[in-house]
């Protein structure tokens, strides 16, 4: 039953990681509505923003009236959204049905990991955890296949239509999931009001330097990892000059590497603990990192997967292991705040490159090309920037770190056990 319940949580919080399918078609829409370069960016601000806005505040409000109830509101938007945004006849139109899709995911993202812990005993919750990531690791993985595929068939909009289906499955399957989930509420005694969940945050905060220490890891390594998904895609389209379905398959090779990293996380921080799986995880974002700025005019395969598929093992342990640091270090009572916090970390570090990275992309391929560049050289020059920045960003925030008491080098108090 609770393999069931898993998958029918995971199919509804799937929707969100299925998104990146999107990166896919940036070529296309770029084409599509005849944008520069840096406008495509307004594609994952707009999404991202209103989430990451939103996420913590409906993660309380899933404390306080019911994660499910968050849960099974989100989906329904999600259904109205994506269809919004595959019918949008303008750029302007398509990023304000961004708006209300970031709003969707926000619902259900704030209450998702409340969910998957509540439907396991306290004890497996790691474990559950990780095959939560593993499951939205799949659906990245899928999604780029699934990206450059609906692109063939149906157009640009087809990144949009084809997660439709999957939200209203997910809205038919959550009634399966009710009664076993009010078991295990009713055995939890949940705070009465959305402001005390975020009062207990607040306080770990100004109590506690290692978590300030380990949600600013989590922004800065999720800012410099979005530099694959984000340039990728221009990679492989301007250099290798590959097609959509083609920059899917190495989207996809790195979301494989999410996905172990992810299923994994569980043993590795038996062995180790979650803060120093969450160490190791940030030096394989590293190796990756430098590994993508090694790529050259001259296409190398076994480089190019290679190097996103390190980055990827990387970025999918780190996740799962800071999740599980978050939830582990906040009260039970708030575990919607706890997930709505993860996703707020993301979204600062997805947002933060989004701005920079593209922004510093143009400057550079532009000087570039006044000192007599070609095109391909000059964009080429501006992505092995940003891939050394992103790369040197994790290093001086994980060596910066290596001097916080009590971080990475102890056993973390194990707490809810």
């Given amino acids: 039953m609770n393999i069931l319940a898993l998958f029918i949580v995971g199919l509804g919080a799937s929707i969100a990681p299925l998104d990146f399918s999107v990166n896919v078609a940036f070529p296309a829409i770029t084409q599509a509505f005849a944008l520069d370069t840096q406008a495509i960016r307004w594609i994952p601000l707009s999404y991202v923003l209103t989430y990451g806005v939103l996420v913590i505040g409906f993660g309380a409000l899933g404390d306080r009236i019911g994660h499910l109830r968050v849960f099974r509101v989100g989906l329904m938007l999600a259904v109205i959204a994506l269809s919004l945004c595959a019918l949008a006849p303008t750029y302007f139109w398509l990023v304000c049905a961004r708006v209300l899709q970031g709003i969707s995911m926000a619902l259900t993202l704030s209450c998702a990991p409340a969910l998957v812990t509540f439907l396991y005993d306290e004890h497996a919750r790691t474990r559950a955890l990780s ?151 940030g030096w394989l974002c590293v190796v990756g990192l430098a590994l993508t700025m090694l790529w050259s005019i001259e296409i190398s395969v076994s480089l190019v997967f290679g190097a996103v598929f390190v980055h990827g093992v990387g970025l999918g342990l780190f996740q799962v292991s800071y999740s599980d640091w978050v939830v582990r270090t906040l009260p039970v009572q708030a575990r919607g705040v706890a997930g709505g916090l993860t996703v707020l970390t993301r979204t600062i570090g997805v947002v933060s490159a989004a701005l920079l990275w593209l922004w510093l992309l143009e400057r550079v391929r532009l000087d570039a090309l006044e000192t007599g560049l070609s095109a391909p050289l000059a964009f080429l020059k501006g992505f092995q920037f940003i891939c050394l920045l992103s790369a040197v960003l994790i290093i001086i925030i994980l060596m910066a770190s290596s001097f916080v008491q009590n971080l990475w080098f102890v056993r973390l108090t194990q707490k809810n056990e």
């Fill in 131 to 281: 095959a939560y990531g593993s499951m939205t690791s799949i659906a990245s993985l899928i999604a780029p296949l699934a990206g450059g595929l609906s692109i063939a068939l149906m157009g640009w909009p087809g990144v949009y239509w084809f997660r439709v289906p999957l939200a209203l499955l997910a809205l038919a399957l959550l009634p399966m999931i009710q009664t076993r989930l009010r078991h295990r509420v009713s055995t939890t005694t949940l705070l009465p009001g959305t402001s005390s969940s975020l009062f207990l945050l607040f306080n770990i905060f100004k109590s506690s330097p290692q978590f300030i220490w380990i949600n600013v890891i989590s922004i800065t390594v999720q800012m410099a990892s979005f530099t694959i998904p984000l340039l990728v895609p221009y990679y492989l389209s301007e250099i290798a000059r590959w097609g959509p379905a083609q920059s899917g398959a190495v989207l996809a090779i790195w979301a494989s590497g999410t996905l172990i990293g992810s299923a994994i996380t569980a043993r590795v921080s038996m062995a180790i603990d979650t803060n120093r799986a969450a160490f190791l995880a």
